[in-house]
T-cell receptor, first 117, second 115 residues
Framework: GAVVSQHPSRVICKSGTSVKIECRSL??????MFWYRQFPKQSLMLMAT?????????EQGVEKDKFLINHASLTLSTLTVTSAHPEDSSFYIC?????????????FGQGTRLTVV | AQSVTQLDSQVPVFEEAPVELRCNYS??????LFWYVQYPNQGLQLLLK??????LVKGINGFEAEFNKSQTSFHLRKPSVHISDTAEYFC?????????????FGIGTKLQVIP
C-alpha cells in the first residue's frame, strides 16, 4: 500500500518553544492530509484537514494560531505547535487518503510523540 | 455525522483462546468500516476494511470482521490469539465529507493476551 512518512517520531522540547512535525506521502500525491491528536488512553481526534494550496480546515475547538498547518506541496504537510506547553504533550498522527478513485482508505504516518517539559 | 462505539476498553484473553472486539457505529450516510491496530508508540496499521460486497471480511494476522447493517456493528474476531496480538485496536468509519473521506475513530480496545 501507499506509504506516509512522519518525522520526527519523538521530540522533547522546552515550554514556550515551537515544534514542527512533517508528514510526507512517499509514493503518491496527496492534495489532502489529516492531522490527529491522541491523548493517553483516548482515541484519535481529528484536529484539522490540510489542503494543498489553500488554508487548512480546523475542527471545532482547535486553535489555528497554535497549531499551524502548511501544505506546501502535493507530498508534504507540516504541523507546527507554536509556543508549546506541557498540556500540548501528546501523540500526533497524520494521514492521507488513498490515491485513486474513491479515497476509500487512509494511510497513516508512524506518529510523533511530543513531550513538552 | 458519524460516530463509533467500542464497548470494551480492555479485553484480557488467554493465549490461543478466541476473541471478539465489539464495534458499533452510527451514520446518516453510507460508510466504510475499518479496524486498525496500534502497537505501543507506533502509528496505525490497517487490519481490514469493509467497503462493499461480502459482509465477512478477512484481514491480516488471522483477524476477520463481519459487517451487520441491521445491527450497525462491525465486530472483530480471531479464533486463536497470540501473545503478539497484544495491542490497541481501533474501529473506524469513514464517510464522504466534501469530496474526501472523513475518518472517525472509536475510543479503542486494549487487547491483552495472557500467556
Amino acid at each position: 500500500g501507499a506509504v506516509v512518512s512522519q518525522h520526527p517520531s519523538r521530540v522533547i522540547c522546552k515550554s514556550g518553544t515551537s515544534v514542527k512535525i512533517e508528514c510526507r506521502s512517499l509514493d503518491f500525491q496527496a492534495t489532502t492530509m489529516f492531522w490527529y491528536r491522541q491523548f493517553p488512553k483516548q482515541s484519535l481526534m481529528l484536529m484539522a484537514t490540510s489542503n494543498e494550496g489553500s488554508k487548512a480546515t480546523y475542527e471545532q475547538g482547535v486553535e489555528k494560531d497554535k497549531f499551524l498547518i502548511n501544505h506546501a506541496s502535493l507530498t508534504l504537510s507540516t504541523l507546527t505547535v507554536t509556543s508549546a506547553h506541557p498540556e500540548d504533550s501528546s501523540f500526533y498522527i497524520c494521514s492521507a487518503p488513498s490515491p485513486g478513485d474513491g479515497n476509500t482508505e487512509a494511510f497513516f504516518g508512524q506518529g510523533t510523540r511530543l513531550t513538552v517539559v | 455525522a458519524q460516530s463509533v462505539t467500542q464497548l470494551d476498553s480492555q479485553v484480557p484473553v488467554f493465549e490461543e483462546a478466541p476473541v471478539e472486539l465489539r464495534c458499533n457505529y452510527s451514520s446518516s450516510v453510507s460508510v466504510y468500516l475499518f479496524w486498525y491496530v496500534q502497537y505501543p508508540n507506533q502509528g496505525l496499521q490497517l487490519l481490514l476494511k469493509y467497503l462493499s460486497g461480502s459482509t465477512l471480511v478477512k484481514g491480516i494476522n488471522g483477524f476477520e470482521a463481519e459487517f451487520n447493517k441491521s445491527q450497525t456493528s462491525f465486530h472483530l474476531r480471531k479464533p486463536s490469539v497470540h501473545i503478539s496480538d497484544t495491542a490497541e485496536y481501533f474501529c473506524a468509519v469513514s464517510a464522504d465529507s466534501g469530496g474526501y473521506q472523513k475518518v472517525t475513530f472509536g475510543i479503542g480496545t486494549k487487547l491483552q493476551v495472557i500467556p
